[in-house]
């Protein structure tokens, strides 16, 4: 099929009314898609717009498809097509054969009775000619172009069925060509088989009868120069106003240069004055948050102006302290060093009795030694002898050095929560093969008995400063939780509790199994006794769930009657009985708040960091002294 030209659409667009196109667009998104593109929209006020309609029929040319179906079926149900289709009832398929050609040149508007022929006619010379029209742009276009006589010969007028005869002369006969020869119209290049060449004939007894309307041609060259004077007098109005409106636009454009100069120049001071503001406002927010941070610091941290000034006054009465310090560490580099020999002094002696082996080698492989070896052999073994004469000198001065410098060690390690740890390192490596090696057994036996010395005063030291005074009766609040310091003053609630315990904690705290903990490891007396303890308490809890750190990879749970042994798995971050404490409590309550059933849940450790981590979940926390002495009475 030949594409349809723009003309074609143009004048379709002109026939149909908004609400037609409407549906056509409803009816296939791609046709919508196409009309819509780049957010073109097509409203009922704008649609005949000359500007609209250029815009819709350039677009639609382009998708010959698309062009297609708008021909088809959107100027099908155009109202004037439809009066068309009607006549075409009356007209055969034969008569249309042979009279198309001069039928078109008698109608007022042939372009609605090709389009008719085109979509109505089933017959392929019809097809053939529609497809030609749809390309003719000269026929499609808004003014047809009058046909005019050549050489004063005339097509004749076809013979009409009689049904439609009077309908024909009064409704679609050009009233233009009534008085002038019809001539034929160019036949299509590609033709097709039936389609017969139009006829000429003498001309048209209709012409004959219409001459009285004809109009004389000096009055219609009057009426000419009449519309010319008119079209001049318009040209010379549009050029007139076109000059107005060039000086006002210059005068607008220089106003509005005007004001957007004067706008930059706003812009600018708007500019300068924001950046002041925000220089100040910086500044104000830095001596706010300096004041606010005093206060604070004053307030929630305790730090008062006048601790800054002790501190800053302390900092420089400990600068001699800082100067003592530095001579001693020199001095003790000294005394390294001095010790250090002694390593350099074996180096040196291995090398040379290595010398000395190869020496001896090559004497007894050589077959005639060379002169001066066997000198060399008695100069490395003199060199042998001094080297070791001065390594046993050095080696009794570092025996003698080495067990003083063991027990300043030992005396100097403070008495805090970490001295028991070290003093089962230290006990380790004393009792181990290398410490009897180093120190001898006289050595590490004064060095034990210091450190038992030691650590009993460690245990007592730290028992007189976590004890709990036997006269707090009362429980004090720590937080969101109720701190308990006397379990003795609820016996007659401890039924309704669910005790967790964090047994390392305790065991680490209280001198009553702290050292034998610290010494032994998990398999000591101290957990025995400690498990044995908090079984024969058990009986006045509700449970009692004693959760200690392990090395397992896997949490492990042992019942014994109320009590619980809890061995927590072990995690990257080391709080292994803290996290599983928690989910523990968790689990509880979430069980008691779906069961209806609810008891108090306490948590014995001293560890400030667990204690936050439960708060929402623990109605109490029990401080390990208290449950210590709980056991022990």
């Not at 030949?2 to 379709?12: H, R």
């Not at 062009?67 to 034969?94: Q, T, W």
């Not at 089962?424 to 036996?445: A, F, H, I, N, W």
Request: hydrophobic fraction near 40%; proline fraction near 4%.
């Amino acid at each position: 099929m030949n594409n349809i030209c723009i003309e074609a659409i143009d004048w379709g667009l002109r026939c149909i009314d908004y609400r037609i196109f409407r549906s056509l667009i409803q009816d296939n998104p791609r046709f919508r898609m196409l009309v819509s593109k780049g957010g073109f929209k097509i409203q009922k006020e704008n649609f005949h717009h000359n500007r609209v309609r250029t815009r819709l029929a350039t677009v639609i040319v382009h998708d010959q498809d698309q062009a297609f179906y708008f021909f088809m079926e959107g100027i099908a149900k155009s109202p004037k097509i439809k009066k068309v289709k009607d006549v075409y009832r009356h007209l055969s398929s034969d008569w249309l054969k042979q009279n198309w050609s001069k039928w078109f040149r008698l109608l007022k508007d042939a372009r609605p009775w090709a389009y008719t022929l085109l979509c109505d006619i089933d017959q392929p010379w019809a097809q053939r000619l529609g497809e030609h029209l749809l390309a003719w742009p000269s026929f499609w276009n808004t003014r047809p172009l009058t046909q005019r006589p050549e050489r004063g010969e005339a097509v004749s007028m076809p013979e009409l069925p009689a049904e439609m005869a009077d309908f024909w002369v009064a409704e679609h006969l050009s009233v233009e060509m009534r008085n002038e020869p019809i001539v034929s119209l160019p036949e299509p290049t590609h033709g097709g088989e039936g389609l017969l060449p139009l006829t000429k004939a003498s001309s048209l007894p209709l012409r004959e009868a219409m001459e009285a309307s004809a109009v004389p041609d000096g009055a219609a060259e009057g009426a000419n120069k009449r519309r010319l004077g008119e079209v001049v007098y318009e040209r010379d109005q549009l050029a007139k106003r076109l000059r107005i409106l060039e000086e006002v636009h210059a005068k607008e454009l220089a106003a509005k240069d005007d004001e957007i100069q004067a706008l930059q120049q706003r812009l600018g001071e708007c500019a300068q004055n924001f950046t002041g503001a925000v220089e100040e406002l910086r500044e104000f927010q830095e001596q706010t948050m300096q004041t606010q941070m005093a206060s604070f610091e004053a307030s929630v941290l305790g730090v008062h102006p006048d601790l800054v000034a002790y501190a800053a006054q302390a900092s420089q009465r400990g600068a001699g302290l800082r100067e003592r310090v530095n001579q001693m560490l020199a001095h003790q580099r000294e005394v390294n060093k001095r010790y250090g020999t002694l390593q350099s002094l074996r180096d040196e002696l291995r090398k040379t009795e290595q010398m000395l082996m190869q020496v001896k080698l090559a004497i007894e492989d050589a077959i005639q030694p060379i002169a001066g070896i066997s000198e060399l052999q008695r100069d490395l073994e003199a060199r042998i002898d001094e080297l070791k004469q001065k390594l046993g000198e050095e080696s009794k001065n570092s025996t003698l050095a080495l067990p003083a410098r063991l027990k300043a060690y030992i005396i100097e390690i403070p008495f805090d929560g970490n001295a028991l740890d070290k003093y089962s390192e230290v006990r380790r490596m004393l009792e181990s093969p290398l410490g009897k090696k180093l120190y001898g057994t006289d050595g590490c036996t004064e060095a034990l008995n210091l450190l038992k010395q030691r650590q009993n005063q460690a245990v007592d030291a730290l028992a007189r400063a976590n004890r709990v005074p036997q006269t707090m009766t009362h429980e004090s609040v720590t937080g969101p939780l109720l701190e308990i310091v006397q379990l003795h003053n609820f016996l007659n609630r401890l039924a309704e509790v669910d005790l967790f315990v964090d047994a390392s904690n305790v065991i680490k705290h209280c001198p009553r199994w702290a050292v034998s903990a610290a010494m032994a490891g998990r398999g000591s007396s101290a957990y025995s006794d400690f498990i044995a303890s908090c079984q024969h308490r058990a009986k006045f809890f509700h449970s009692m769930t004693l959760v200690f750190d392990s090395d397992l990879p896997n949490t492990t749970v042992e019942k014994k009657g109320k009590l619980a042994l809890v061995s927590a798995a072990r995690t990257p971050d080391g709080q292994d009985a803290g996290n599983e404490l928690v989910e523990q409590l968790a689990n509880v309550a979430t069980t008691e708040e779906d069961d209806g059933e609810e008891h108090l849940r306490w948590l014995v450790t001293n560890d400030i960091g667990l204690r936050m981590r439960v708060c929402n979940v623990c109605n109490a926390v029990v401080d390990v002294f208290a449950f210590a002495n709980f056991l022990k009475n």
